[in-house]
């Protein structure tokens, strides 16, 4: 197992590429810039198996129409999220010109505890609402892919439609709560590990 990152859009959204044994690819939070995406598959010989989405914000959502009508790919969004998906402009008007995911309900709807698994790769979905009502961690075994919960040094923001600043913190207490130091890849900016933001992250140190 591989994993590749590319940041797209105007909002530097991280996308990840998981490469399994068998050159399958499980995409998480295919943002924007699907053309970019596509490209990096084909030059890289892998067929993709999975969309997966940490929550149903548009910058993470973007490039899903595209790249599941060219792959094929199924679809995997948390149930919460699911409007968001849907229609992201009911999340706020973030982004006006943004015309949606266009291939009807997800595929498949995520709730905590679910399993995401190709080839190797298992995924488990830690529920961690507080940026959006279904925003989530996909965790592997010695990694978590925090989305917009948990970035290196901070957190996401609590200000949105459909944010909730008492859920977050219930779900960082969570995320404390994890023993491994896991390595932590969020949605926007550099990694981490997650004792390292258990030392130095203000929002863990309550």
């Known amino acids: 197992m591989i994993i590749h990152k590319l940041t797209l859009g105007v909002f530097a ?22 053309e970019r995406i596509l490209q990096f598959l084909a030059q890289n010989g892998l067929t993709a198996k999975i969309l997966a989405f940490t929550h149903g914000h548009f910058d993470h959502i973007g490039a899903a ?25 009911s999340g706020g008007d973030l982004f006006p010109s943004y015309a ?7 595929d498949r709807l ?4 679910d399993e995401i698994v190709l080839d190797e790769v ?9 940026h959006t009502p279904g925003s989530c961690l996909l965790c592997g075994r ?17 200000d949105f439609i459909g944010s909730d600043p008492q859920a977050m913190r219930k779900s960082l207490q969570k995320i404390k709560m994890i ?3 896991i390595r932590i890849l969020p949605g926007h900016g550099p990694e981490s590990m997650l004792i390292k933001e258990k030392q130095s992250n203000p929002y863990l140190g309550f």
Do not use: Q, W
Not at 69 to 86: R, S
Not at 110 to 113: A, E, F, P, R, V
Not at 142 to 158: E, K, P, W
């Open 13 to 34: 959204a991280n996308c990840y590429i998981i490469e399994t044994e068998k050159k399958h690819a499980l995409i998480v939070d295919a943002g924007a810039e699907p």
């Open 65 to 89: 129409s595209a790249v599941k009508a060219e792959t094929g790919a199924i679809t995997m969004l948390p149930k919460e999220d699911c409007g968001l998906f849907l229609d992201p402009k």
């Open 100 to 106: 949606g995911y266009t291939d009807g309900e997800p």
């Open 110 to 113: 995520l709730s905590d505890g």
């Open 122 to 130: 298992c995924l488990r979905v830690l529920h961690a609402p507080g």
């Open 142 to 158: 010695d990694f978590a892919f925090t989305g917009d919960v948990l970035f290196a040094g901070s957190i996401g923001r609590t």
């Open 179 to 181: 023993k491994e130091n």
